[in-house]
């Protein structure tokens, strides 16, 4: 595709289309019900329950039967995720210096005032009592998948998510699916560090546990140790799904969302708060930018996407872009309006600080994250859509910092599609 907007239009084009583009609560909240079990496509709810299926006889292994013990000893299986490669390639993925760079990246949540804690505490009890029931349904097999790329599939449409699930359980997909994992950076250390509450331990919440009537089926309310800040869950989440987008940016603007929605799972089960899913979003999108900067991970990511690749080819039966592409309501995170559910993540409608913004700094190598969605960009003009794109200034954790400032403020989902031709994918 030939861009023909110089940066300048691109710039105003964004400017005119983006700023009023947040879902409001309740209209988030009915999005991620079209993109849940309970959805309207009979193509896309099959699509579902292949994951699910795949996901539970994963666990279940060899056992009798599917316990919840299962759960803790949860890990790729060695025909799905190819650990030798990844271990003889030798890489460091420095993950002591990435947790701390994540610590300072959200110091900002210490300081915040208290109307922004008190709402988010509300906005995770709306959230959390109003869900339906095939909401819930999605946010317990998200979280108790964790250890799989399962959940991914939904993100590719009925088509290509069948061939992904195919390839994923034969093995034809052990690279990509061992770099990916091996990617996420644990958030154990912020946590600690912060120390802050979870949602259903604080005193006189409104918290609903949700029964595990999906996965385990075993009834039990589903719970989580540790802190809340920030989410580990959804730092798997984001992580898989972006490292993904960028490895089949056919279905960039899908993934992409699908992290989103991962983190929104957490809110549901009254495990997280929405700074929580935010935070996790920031040191996820840093973390990776710094990681395909680096020539030697590039090379692995580079050897992980073209096996992928061939073998989702192998299983379509097709190029990947005719595989990709589905038609309407069976492809809900295509929906033009799930644009709106993602800005809603990116800020959950928190208060906003009013005050005079610094000039958004895209940090050097920061715009590699939309290098394979949009490769006929340069460089510049990739650093233009972030910024022109970005979330409004003043919501929390944008911090004081022009590196807080962006990570958070940055819109991958908002910056991809207004540089693509309506109706292009």
Known sequence: MKIRLTVIAVALLITQQVQASAATLPQAEALANSSSPAAASQAFAALEMQALQAQRHTLQGEAAALTRDRLEKA??????????????RGYDFQTKARQQAGIELL???????????QANRDTVAAINLNATQGVRHQALADAEGISYLYFLADAMGPRLGKAFLTAYDKGEIGKAAALIKASEVSTSVAKKHFNYPRPFLVSGNTIHLVADD??????KPYTADGGSFPSGHTNTGYTDALLMAEMIPERFDALVVRGARYGYSRIV????????????????QSNLAHYLNDPHYRALFS???????????????????????TAGKDDPYRDPAMKGFYRFTMSYGL??????APRLVVPEGAEVLLETALPN????QRRALMVNSALPAGYPLSGSTPE?????????????????????R
């Not at 089960?269 to 996820?284: A, K, N, Q, T």
């Not at 208060?351 to 005079?356: E, R, S, V």
């Not at 819109?411 to 031709?421: E, I, N, V």
Request: aromatic content about 6%; charged content about 20%; glycine content about 6%.
């Open 351 to 356: 208060p906003q600080q009013q005050g005079k």
């Open 107 to 117: 110091s900002g949540f210490s300081t915040l005032p208290d109307a922004v804690l």
């Open 214 to 219: 999906v996965v385990i089926k075993d009834n």
């Open 269 to 284: 089960l009254g495990v997280h708060y929405p700074l929580d899913i935010i935070g996790s979003r920031m040191v996820v």
């Open 377 to 380: 960009l340069s460089a510049a």
């Open 75 to 88: 890990a790729q299986t060695d025909t799905q995720a190819d650990r030798s490669w990844l271990k003889a």
């Open 303 to 325: 050897e992980a996407r073209d096996q992928l690749r061939s073998a989702l080819e192998k299983e379509c039966g097709t190029s990947l872009a005719e595989c990709a592409q």
């Open 404 to 424: 807080q400032a962006f990570w958070q403020r940055v819109d991958l989902s908002a910056a991809f599609a207004l540089a693509k031709p309506a109706g292009a």
